[in-house]
């Protein structure tokens, strides 16, 4: 079974897991076969019994076609998720996202959308995403190359791009050099 790892409070990460899963229209049994965990260990996970390690929190995102970094984001609905949310340089929830680091730009509840700050360095491709909800970046500092559908797009400084759910897509450094974007995806699905 996993081990604990030093997550930050995980309070809904159980519900959102069983949340993401049942909205993928995927059993215990088959989130088990995806990411190679077992099923025991998932319904734990679930009701709030166990904690992932951050290996295994990173295979149920790979699993749900998500980010550790969105799952670690509270979205438990409260008062606060209809009000206005700061979100200071040094806060947010930080994870892991592809292959790099995301910080959730918004707190407080569940949102229409999620905005994160995305930094990565990684000169090659990583896996193909393909994901239900709806994508927007826009690259901040460095320059990328940008996959979608099997067409590669080079975009710098200033340059965005918006992808539909359901277009696989991947991006890595286009210079070898580091990389930070803003990346907002629908927060429904």
Avoid: C
Wanted: net charge negative; charged share 20%.
């Amino acid at each position: 079974m996993p081990t604990a790892s030093p997550l930050p409070d995980a309070g809904p990460l159980g519900p959102r897991v069983r949340s993401l899963r049942t909205q993928r229209g995927l059993t215990l049994v088959q989130l088990a076969a995806l990411s190679g965990l077992s099923h025991p260990f998932l319904s734990q996970l679930e009701r709030g019994l166990a904690r992932p390690s951050m290996a295994s929190l990173d295979k149920i995102a790979i699993a749900l076609a998500t980010s550790v970094v969105e799952l670690l984001a509270d979205e438990r609905a409260t008062d606060e998720a209809a009000a206005v949310s700061i979100v200071r340089a040094e806060d947010g929830v930080v994870g892991g996202f592809g292959s790099g680091t995301g910080r959730v730009l918004v707190g407080g509840g569940r949102r229409p959308f999620r905005p994160i700050e995305y930094t990565g360095a990684n000169a090659e491709w990583g896996e193909i995403v393909v994901h239900a909800e709806d994508e927007f970046l826009h690259v901040i500092e460095g320059r990328i190359e940008l996959e979608l559908g099997g067409v590669v797009h080079r975009l710098g400084p200033r340059d965005s791009a918006y992808t539909p759910g359901g277009t696989s897509h991947r991006w890595r450094s286009g210079d070898a050099h580091p990389y930070r974007l803003i990346v907002v995806k629908e927060a429904g699905a």
